[in-house]
């Protein structure tokens, strides 16, 4: 195998890429059944990656996508309201344990920083996983048949608890599901990862864990969207009945402990159901959710810290609403219910939020233009699923096993997902299939379509310019870079690019700005789209990334996606003046593409806010002729407002500095003048 390297960029010595690869394999062949394997693996690996980093300069966060950036937002946001919670209400010893365990997230930033750099670590991934789900389930079926008696009766049992044993077994099984979709698998390799996929879901079942199996009802209608797609409708329908059928055989089969455990939880739930007491593991856990949900209730903003559920727990069993031995507990079996214990709402939104932020990447994965990174997708996604919903019924980040398989689902499956892509983008891309047009419309753009033509020309099949009356160069320097250049008059800009649109001959058709400027990275992945014989999609939203104010800007508003790349038979523009769209035929299927389209937006403050001023004169016209109408002066300052807090909060544009809080001001200075230029239309009228 190959390994391409990204130009100009420091990457790990080869003898450093094998290490690593040779560490993540043990962690994940060995972590189930030795979990210090895995926590040695996890803390060997971030190590390494914090020595590294350090030495080739590589803590360079601004290099990560958004959405990885908002990630290791999350991890710092969540562990530090954690260390908050503990230093407000003070520490006893189990507190002490408990920063331990929850410092060890932070790990997962030069944990991802690292992966990312790494090109050997893929095939490490695939085959850890099938050797440990296997490993698992021999060991499972050796503990069955022989008799072994645990503490947990005829649960599988060893230095890993069941429910950890049982949930992880079925996060690998979950996840070699994309492995056995990989066309250039070999015969043998598939037959081996069928056999791996049925011997860690037996290890599950013989765990009793039953919690983890709550997964299927979520993943079943991912599955015939992502994975399922690119089978015949029989076989995607079928691999999902037969999941649905080894589901039912597993807590129905009376000769495993899944089924008893099954028959359990649902006796217990009748109970509960009828107002009766549930002496089961359910029921337990029902009474130690009610204590937790009670010690919500009277601190809901902040939480009672991380000692406030076993003093609550205390107090449940000396009024008698617990039984005495209820004190093994530490904590009330959930991680959303010890979020809310622990910090309140802001506690259970932080989890959320980390949570979101890596399941998102691996969801936004499958719109992109690359098939080679959607298996890794689908790997982490269900990686994070399953751990999401054991969750529910355990709390996953008060024991180090839960840490160490979080944060390793959480950082290894998305640098992984970037090395792929850097990959395969650097590699000979074949000729494309497909001609491509690019259309652009102008006018006194001298100063930047130079930039924009450059990028284009010579790359494109055929490069169209409608210029509506430059009153500078703009249309000299057009035509130092193409032929087709037509000097129009100015019918607004969704009318404008439409007619663009229409003098495209090629079936593909790219639609840019002035402002605008491909990145290598991105025209190597459209060529990449087009080189399919029949691309995926019928039109490719594209990322912008908006240069304004010295500074690069990657949040708020302006961090959009707008769709730019489509096939020319399925797509018209809008006719609006201002904010014109491309609409799509209604059955048309819409991707991603990740490289970069520079976005040179203003050319200084002035500038930007004339341009506001000019736009929302125009979107006020166009709102008061649909009929728009503003009744109540404040309307205008109350948009304002909220739109601020939109961008600047909600949209994280705070984590661009000074330069994503002048831009959240000037967008709302946009919307205030928007509308009070449409109350000004709507008082004319009277």
């Given at each position: 195998m190959l390994h391409w390297r990204a130009p100009n960029t420091r990457q790990p010595p080869d003898w450093l890429d094998r290490s690593a690869a040779a560490v993540l394999f043990a962690s994940l062949a060995l972590g189930l059944l030795l979990p210090k394997i895995a926590g040695a693996g996890f803390l060997l690996f971030s190590l390494a990656g914090i020595i590294w980093l350090s030495l080739s300069g590589g803590w360079r966060l601004r290099a990560l996508a958004p959405l990885e950036r908002l990630l290791l937002a999350a991890v710092l946001i969540y562990v530090t309201l954690w260390l908050a919670a503990w230093a407000w209400n003070g520490l006893d010893g189990a507190g002490r344990d408990g920063v331990g365990r929850t410092l060890r997230l932070l790990l997962i930033i030069p944990l991802l920083l690292f992966v990312r750099q790494?090109?050997?670590?893929?095939?490490?991934?695939?085959?850890?996983?099938?050797?440990?789900?296997?490993?698992?389930?021999?060991?499972?079926?050796?503990?069955?048949?022989?008799?072994?008696?645990?503490?947990?009766?005829?649960?599988?049992?060893?230095?890993?608890?069941?429910?950890?044993?049982?949930?992880?077994?079925?996060?690998?099984?979950?996840?070699?599901?994309?492995?056995?979709?990989?066309?250039?698998?070999?015969?043998?390799?598939?037959?081996?990862?069928?056999?791996?996929?049925?011997?860690?879901?037996?290890?599950?079942?013989l765990s009793g864990?039953?919690?983890?199996?709550?997964?299927?009802?979520?993943?079943?209608?991912?599955?015939?969207?992502?994975?399922?797609?690119?089978?015949?409708?029989?076989?995607?329908?079928?691999?999902?009945?037969?999941?649905?059928?080894?589901?039912?055989?597993?807590m129905l089969n009376p000769m495993v402990p899944m089924s008893e455990r099954a028959g359990e939880a649902a006796s217990d739930l009748a109970r509960l159901v009828q107002g009766e007491q549930a002496e089961g593991t359910l029921g337990r856990r029902v009474v130690m959710w009610q204590i937790?949900?009670?010690?919500?209730?009277?601190?809901?903003?902040?939480?009672?810290?991380?000692?406030?559920?076993?003093?609550?727990?205390?107090?449940?069993?000396?009024?008698?609403?617990?039984?005495?031995?209820?004190?093994?507990?530490?904590?009330?079996?959930?991680?959303?219910?010890?979020?809310?214990?622990?910090?309140?709402?802001?506690?259970?939104?932080?989890?959320?939020?980390?949570?979101?932020?890596?399941?998102r990447h691996h969801v936004r994965v499958w719109h992109t233009g690359l098939r080679e990174t959607r298996?890794?997708?689908?790997?982490?996604?269900?990686?994070?699923?399953?751990?999401?919903?054991?969750a529910l019924?355990?709390?996953?980040?008060?024991?180090?096993t839960g840490i160490v398989w979080f944060a390793l689902f959480a950082a290894i499956p998305a640098g992984l997902i970037h090395a792929r892509r850097r990959q395969v983008l650097y590699q000979p891309a074949p000729p494309r299939r497909h001609g491509l047009s690019v259309i652009i419309i102008c006018k006194n753009e001298a100063d930047r379509i130079g930039r924009c033509l450059e990028s284009v020309a010579g790359w494109a099949d055929e490069v169209i310019v409608l210029d509506s009356g430059s009153s500078d160069a703009t249309v000299e320097i057009a035509r130092r870079h193409t032929d087709s250049v037509h000097e129009t008059d100015w019918p607004g800009y969704g009318r404008?690019?439409?007619?663009?649109?229409?003098?495209?001959?090629?079936?593909?058709?790219?639609?840019?700005?002035?402002?605008?400027?491909?990145?290598?990275?991105?025209?190597?992945?459209?060529?990449?789209?087009?080189?399919?014989?029949?691309?995926?999609?019928?039109?490719?939203?594209?990322?912008?990334?908006?240069?304004?104010?010295?500074?690069?800007?990657?949040?708020?508003?302006w961090a959009r996606t707008p769709l730019r790349l489509v096939m020319r038979e399925r797509a018209h523009f809008t006719l609006a003046q201002v904010h014109e769209k491309i609409v799509m035929a209604p059955d048309s299927r819409i991707g991603l593409?990740?490289?970069?389209?520079?976005?040179?937006?203003?050319?200084?403050?002035?500038?930007?806010?004339?341009?506001?001023?000019?736009?929302?004169?125009?979107?006020?016209?166009?709102?008061?002729?649909?009929?728009?109408?503003?009744?109540?002066?404040?309307?205008?300052?109350?948009?304002?407002?909220?739109?601020?807090?939109?961008?600047?909060?909600?949209?994280?544009?705070?984590l661009d500095g000074k330069a994503g809080?002048?831009?959240?001001?000037?967008?709302?200075?946009?919307?205030?003048?928007?509308?009070?230029?449409?109350r000004e239309l709507c008082v004319s009228e009277t």
């Open positions: 790494l090109d050997r670590l893929e095939p490490a991934w695939w085959l850890g996983l099938t050797v440990g789900a296997v490993l698992a389930g021999v060991y499972a079926w050796w503990f069955h048949l022989s008799g072994q008696v645990s503490v947990h009766e005829h649960r599988v049992d060893g230095p890993t608890n069941p429910i950890y044993f049982g949930g992880i077994a079925l996060a690998f099984a979950m996840m070699l599901l994309a492995r056995v979709h990989d066309a250039s698998l070999a015969a043998h390799e598939r037959i081996w990862t069928v056999l791996a996929i049925m011997l860690a879901i037996s290890a599950s079942t864990s039953r919690g983890a199996w709550l997964v299927l009802p979520l993943l079943l209608p991912v599955y015939l969207v992502t994975l399922g797609v690119e089978q015949r409708p029989l076989k995607r329908y079928l691999t999902a009945l037969a999941l649905v059928l080894v589901a039912l055989i597993v937790s949900w009670q010690l919500f209730l009277e601190h809901p903003l902040a939480g009672a810290g991380p000692g406030g559920f076993r003093q609550a727990l205390e107090s449940a069993i000396a009024s008698g609403r617990a039984e005495p031995d209820f004190l093994a507990y530490r904590h009330p079996h959930s991680a959303y219910l010890s979020a809310l214990n622990h910090g309140g709402l802001v506690g259970l939104l932080s989890l959320l939020l980390l949570f979101a932020y890596v399941v298996l890794l997708g689908w790997s982490g996604l269900a990686a994070l699923s399953t751990l999401m919903v054991i019924t355990e709390s996953i980040f008060e024991r180090n404008q690019k439409q007619r663009a649109l229409e003098m495209a001959r090629f079936d593909w058709v790219l639609s840019m700005d002035a402002d605008e400027a491909l990145d290598e990275e991105l025209r190597r992945e459209i060529d990449r789209v087009l080189a399919q014989p029949e691309p995926a999609h019928h039109g490719y939203a594209l990322t912008w990334l908006t240069h304004a104010f010295g500074q690069t800007l990657s949040f708020g508003h593409l990740e490289g970069p389209l520079h976005h040179r937006v203003f050319r200084d403050i002035e500038h930007a806010r004339a341009k506001f001023d000019r736009y929302a004169r125009l979107q006020a016209a166009e709102r008061h002729q649909r009929g728009r109408r503003i009744h109540f002066p404040v309307t205008p300052w109350i948009r304002a407002l909220l739109n601020f807090l939109d961008n600047y909060f909600l949209r994280t544009a705070f809080l002048t831009m959240s001001r000037l967008h709302a200075e946009y919307t205030l003048k928007k509308y009070r230029y449409l």
